[in-house]
């Protein structure tokens, strides 16, 4: 009996572990502001103002995080190096009161395609201190790019828009 049991744990283990390869279950993150060690890179454009650098930020991932008055033709970007193909569920980390966007549009970029992908939304001001998930998206194996709108798309005027970590 116990010979059966172990095999069958073992045989329901291996079917899981392979489900979790397929999914490309393995998560990398990326801060706004990335050491370049951790493969990961950022860029930022706004055309009437910038994206402000807040350190000594308690909450915030690594203790800092990006912040930005809502307003149109601004997006904040998160450059994720390499990945692998398969589905991979988008996550941003939020942990400041300060961060008020009631509709924050994310978008996924893969190499060598000149559109980019909407993933989601998240209202930046209810959402829970700490990791949010956004979606869940297939990804092609190269280069990735995660993208947030600077825009409230809730139709809110006098937000603000904060950009922290991402995680694929």
Known sequence: MKR?????????LAIVGNFTLTEGASAKVCDNDPLRSSGCTHAYRSYNSSWDYESNQSGS???????????????Y?????????????LEVYLAHADFTNRQARYYVL?????????????????A?????????????????????????????????????????
């Open 128 to 168: 829970r201190s700490g990791w949010n998930e956004v979606g869940t998206i297939r990804l092609d194996a190269g280069r990735v790019w995660v993208i947030l709108d600077g825009s409230d798309w809730s139709g809110r005027t006098n937000t603000y828009t904060g950009a922290d970590a991402v995680s694929l």
């Open 77 to 89: 970007e998160w450059g994720m190096g390499d990945l692998p193909s398969g589905r991979a569920t």
């Open 4 to 12: 059966y049991l172990s095999l069958g744990l073992a045989f329901s």
């Open 61 to 75: 991932y690594n203790k800092d995080h990006r912040i930005i008055r809502q307003e149109e033709a601004s997006w």
């Open 110 to 126: 893969h190499e060598g395609l000149s559109t980019e992908e909407y993933v989601g939304n998240v209202n930046q001001y209810s």
